[in-house]
């Protein structure tokens, strides 16, 4: 992830977050795999961008896709 991409998805939140009507919208639904909820959460709460710093600063994959498809597999229908 660049940090053209962080600023970016910052941004957004941001605009959503001043919004007059401001709605949380998580994405989770029924039936959805257990990774991708946990993908959806982190990705509300901004820990993505801390992956993504991870990822610049020390050249290494952090993991995420890795834990997300294991989790997909462990339970893959999570809320139904």
């Given at each position: 992830?660049?940090?053209q991409?962080?600023?970016t998805s910052?941004?957004n939140?941001?605009?959503?977050w001043n ?5 949380t ?21 901004g ?9 610049q600063l020390?050249g290494k994959d952090?993991g995420c896709k ?5 989790l997909?597999?462990l ?6």
């Amino acid at each position: 992830m660049k940090m053209q991409e962080i600023q970016t998805s910052e941004d957004n939140i941001n605009m959503k977050w001043n919004s007059p009507g401001f709605k949380t919208r998580t994405d989770l639904r029924a039936g959805k795999p257990l990774g991708d909820c946990c993908a959806d959460v982190i990705h509300f709460t901004g820990l993505d961008r801390l992956a993504g710093l991870y990822t610049q600063l020390t050249g290494k994959d952090c993991g995420c896709k890795d834990r997300q498809n294991w989790l997909n597999r462990l339970m893959p229908k999570f809320f139904g």
